[in-house]
């Protein structure tokens, strides 16, 4: 390590041994993927949140410089690196959070699906790490496909016997983001007035946004549902072929990502009714993982809402994305298993 990087460390342990000392309040979080596309905007973001003391920056390249860039930000967190497999049980260790932003990306033509094979061995890799070092942390799953990767992270953890179904969230806040500021683009309201449920889970049909349960209430024509829901299940692809090869939805990730962590931490820290949609362990349908929105507190999913009243066309969506689920979180579970 260069020596100013060795000076900043070793001022950043005081300061964390200080903060333990005066039981500051705040939270140790980990990004495992942290110099990625996304990786690199979320370190950014939750430098910035007031809830996080210690934040672990964790990848297979460019730790270094991620980190070092970061920690110069005049905020509250102190700021860790680490690089490559062999430093990731030092990363996880303590962690109360784990982001997993790790893997790689879609391209135009490829569906969330076709990065399984490369995506899949790097979840359970991570996840194995976390069942040694941090096994009561909240993890939250962001690498495609979020479907079965989610699955994944659970066999992970059951095999390890440190499996809590209420730990394990799968991050569906994009779909969310993107389905309040369509509908509120066609409503003419504020973003930030407007509150969509998405219940399901996280790639294409499987996306089922629920439109009868906007708040604030309102109704929608026919034309309308149908170019919202097309476009909420479509909005990753919409930013993969804008993007032209260059890797899918980074920037708005990184703001959900952030938005659903915050809500974790806020749980977490005891506050009350902190509800978000999220993709975890579920009875709420006759499949053992599922979307909706939950309620977050000190342990995590502590409460999962049942879906509500549905209208006839999010009956018939909800039977199509069902279809599609049982098969991806098989393909999860299977991966594991085999
Ligand atoms: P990226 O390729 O820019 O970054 C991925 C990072 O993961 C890279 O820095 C890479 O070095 C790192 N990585 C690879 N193998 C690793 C390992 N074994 N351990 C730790 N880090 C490792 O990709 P981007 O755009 O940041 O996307 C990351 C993932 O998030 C993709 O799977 C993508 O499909 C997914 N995603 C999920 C969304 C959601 O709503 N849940 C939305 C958008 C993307």
Redesign the pocket.
């Known amino acids: 390590q260069p020596p100013n990087l060795q000076i900043e460390e070793s001022r950043n342990l005081e300061r964390t041994n200080c903060r333990a000392k005066g039981a500051a309040p705040g939270f140790k979080v980990a990004i495992?993927?942290a110099?990625?596309?996304?990786?690199q905007p979320l370190a950014l973001l939750m430098k910035m949140n007031p809830l996080v003391s210690v934040l672990h920056l964790?990848?297979?390249?460019?730790t270094p410089g991620v980190t070092a860039d970061i920690s110069h930000m005049d905020t509250g967190a102190v700021v860790r690196g680490f690089l490559g497999q062999a430093q990731l049980e030092d990363a996880l260790t303590g962690m109360d959070l784990v982001i997993i932003?790790?893997?790689?990306?879609?391209k135009p033509g490829m569906t969330?699906d076709d990065?399984f094979k490369i995506?899949a061995g790097?979840v359970k890799?991570?996840c194995e790490g976390i069942a040694k070092c941090c096994p009561k942390a909240i993890v939250n799953v962001?690498?495609?496909p979020?479907n079965s990767t989610v699955p994944i992270a659970a066999e992970v953890f059951k095999r390890a016997g440190t499996f809590d179904p209420k730990r394990l969230l799968g991050?569906?806040m994009?779909d969310v983001v993107r389905a309040n500021t369509f509908v509120a683009e066609v409503l003419g309201l504020d973003p930030r007035d407007v509150d969509v449920p998405v219940v399901g889970g996280?790639a294409g049909v499987t996306i089922l946004p629920l439109l009868s349960q906007v708040k604030p209430p309102c109704s929608f024509t026919a034309q309308e549902i149908d170019y919202l829901t097309d476009r909420i299940q479509n909005g990753?692809t919409e930013v993969v072929e804008a993007k032209a090869g260059a890797?899918?939805?980074?920037l708005s990730?990184a703001y959900?990502a952030v938005k659903f962590a915050d809500a974790c931490l806020r749980g977490l820290r005891g506050d009350s009714g902190i509800v978000q949609c999220a993709f975890v362990a579920s009875q709420v349908t006759e499949l053992p993982f599922f979307a909706t929105k939950v309620r977050l507190g000190r342990t995590g999913a502590e409460e999962i809402y049942p879906l509500g009243p549905l209208n006839e066309y999010e009956r018939v969506g909800l039977e199509k994305a069902k279809n599609e689920l049982a098969g991806s979180i098989e393909k999860g579970v299977s991966f594991i298993r085999k």
């Open positions: 495992l993927g110099a990625g596309g996304i990786g964790y990848d297979v390249v460019n932003p790790a893997g790689v990306p879609r969330r990065l995506n790097i890799t991570l962001i690498s495609n979020v991050v569906t994009l996280h990753g890797g899918s939805a980074t990730m959900a």
